[in-house]
């Protein structure tokens, strides 16, 4: 019995390793740019063909990093969730979808890796769905965009889809910008994580409630023609 589970630790040790290897790696240079064969060698792994045999392909590679901090994230923003319970105001329900994200990367430490690797799989088509469907799995996000949605002033829709792609872009390469510098040792405009973030926030709350300029129709077309903003 005992044999077993030495080496099931083994293993999971194992995978432990390659998962974090493997973020760094996809961080620094973008998934595409790496191959399993560079994640087998930056995890120590003798095997170049460790990282099929752990985990299959590159997109279950990175499935299993994100769920690697969802649990994490999930922990804090449901209880964001429960304390903004009844709120009206569009900057609680802002403040869940960003703080929980960044009170993760501050309790990591320095250096992280999570903020540049999510954003780099974000702006990678073969994989963005991946963070897209492990992000509607999330209870309390569902929750929190729900609760948001019922408190905006009544937009029309192409408008709303258009500052929810705004917002989500915003969150992931604000803070992946914030990593970056902190990794680095250089200078950033919050001397912290939670300060970031509420910054961040209010940011949000003022796309989310900025005024909406209707255009006629001809005109809005005339102008993309011309080129004109």
């Not at 300060?195 to 709350?205: E, I, K, N, Q, Y």
Request: glycine residues 8%; contains cysteine; proline residues 4%.
């Amino acid at each position: 019995m005992s044999g077993r589970v030495t080496r099931s630790d083994q293993v999971a040790a194992t995978r432990e390793t390659i998962l974090s290897a493997a973020e760094r790696l996809f961080a620094e240079h973008g998934v595409a740019g790496v191959s399993n064969r560079q994640i087998s060698q930056e995890a120590g792994q003798g095997n170049n063909t460790a990282v099929s045999y752990h985990f299959g392909s590159k997109a279950n590679l990175v499935r299993a990093i994100v769920r690697r901090h969802t649990e994490q994230i999930e922990g804090i923003r449901l209880h964001m969730v429960l304390r903004a319970d009844g709120s009206t105001e569009v900057r609680d329900w802002v403040a869940c979808t960003v703080e929980p994200f960044a009170q993760h990367l501050a309790d990591l430490g320095i250096p992280s890796w999570f903020g540049r690797f999510s954003a780099q799989v974000m702006s990678d088509s073969a994989y963005r769905e991946i963070v897209v469907e492990e992000s509607l799995g999330s209870p309390s996000l569902a929750r929190a965009g729900e609760e948001l949605r019922r408190c905006l002033p009544d937009l029309p829709a192409e408008v709303r889809a258009e500052r929810q792609d705004m917002a989500g872009r915003l969150i992931v390469y604000v803070i992946a910008e914030r990593e970056r510098a902190l990794a680095e040792g250089g200078r950033t405009p919050r001397d912290s994580w939670h300060r970031a973030a509420v910054g961040l926030t209010d940011a949000l709350t003022g796309l989310w409630l900025a005024p909406v300029t209707e255009l006629p129709e001809r005109a809005g077309r005339g102008a993309a023609r011309s080129g004109n903003p």
